[in-house]
């Protein structure tokens, strides 16, 4: 048989080519790493069911990859945990790698959220946040503070050593209403409370009673009090007319003003209270430098 001609090789070889290149789009999506979960570094999280409210929650807990000090953990707690831990777990890691130049300690951060996707849960808060005789789905804020201190508390203790003198609970909103109420009433239940756009209007201020029974007591935690600049005049384009209106009748920036101001003022309290009129900050996102600033400020408790 005559050899297969040059032209005929050519054809041959160039079929193949071809059919080979049809096929590697097939083998590269056969071969394509499947999208993941993102998961966040060092974290934890389980839900459980709170004897003392009745309700879920969903516990979230980040510890430091450095061993405690000799006094434990530094911790700290945030409200709002779905959305608020990813973000106190980046600055703890971060102070983390800066512990060297710094000198502080990293907090173990724990985040206490509710089951489910939703950033906010916005029914869950508002019952657990809210002070105050109310509707049946507010006012819950005494109970959700006894479930801090009975249960969350002694599952982070079980699990890891914690330093019980630095300790510092963040909330934002209604979780800063909540942080004022529990400063008023439970002063000695953190070092640290950090407070950011507290809904003090709430009530009519109902959370303003208990102001005196704080500043009769021996405690004197240290406090950060911060508000967004345009949380009480924001952009006219970013709000209707009737949620503007609404707004008015809620100021946020004087009310939170006047507290850090009675607080620094009064005897015993010089230079344990920071306050802040975050730039630009409406009050939406206005918790994200609030909690920056209170990571700083927290870990630079004596």
């Not at 600055?91 to 000198?103: I, P, Y």
């Not at 809904?199 to 009090?225: F, T």
């Not at 209707?240 to 507290?259: D, S, T």
């Not at 920071?274 to 609030?290: K, N, Q, R, V």
């Amino acid at each position: 048989m005559a050899p297969p001609s040059l032209a005929r090789c050519l054809k041959l070889l160039l079929c193949g080519l071809a059919l080979e290149a049809l096929a590697l789009p097939t083998l590269a999506a056969q071969e394509a790493p499947a999208w993941a979960p993102v998961t966040v570094p060092a974290a934890q999280q389980r839900d459980l069911q709170s004897a003392r409210t009745g309700h879920g929650y969903r516990i979230f807990m980040a510890v430091p990859a450095l061993a405690p000090p000799p006094e434990g953990y530094p911790v700290l707690y945030v409200l709002d945990g779905n959305a608020a831990f990813p973000v106190a777990a980046f600055l703890a890691r971060s102070a983390a790698s800066r512990q060297e130049v710094t000198g502080h300690s990293p907090p173990l951060v724990v985040g206490i959220g509710y089951p489910g996707q939703q950033d906010f849960d916005v029914p869950a808060r508002r019952r657990d946040y809210t002070v105050g005789p109310g509707a049946p789905d507010s006012g819950g804020a005494e109970d959700f503070l006894d479930f801090l201190e009975q249960e969350v508390k002694p599952l982070v203790e079980a699990a890891h050593p914690v330093d019980r003198r630095r300790q510092a609970l963040f909330g934002h909103s209604f979780g800063g209403l909540l942080v004022t109420h529990a400063l008023f009433t439970r002063p000695a239940s953190f070092s640290t409370f950090l407070i950011s756009s507290p809904s003090i209007w709430w009530q009519d201020k109902v959370v303003l009673h208990n102001l005196p029974e704080l500043l009769q007591s021996p405690a004197r935690p240290r406090v950060q009090i911060s508000v967004g600049a345009l949380e009480d005049d924001p952009p006219k384009g970013n709000y209707p007319p009737e949620v503007r209106a609404l707004l008015a009748q809620r100021p946020m920036i004087p009310e939170a003003r006047q507290l850090a101001a009675t607080l620094g003022s009064a005897p015993g309290w010089e230079g344990r209270v920071a306050y802040h009129e975050l730039a630009g900050e409406d009050h939406g996102p206005a918790w994200l430098p609030a909690m920056s600033r209170g990571m700083q400020f927290f870990l630079e408790q004596p």
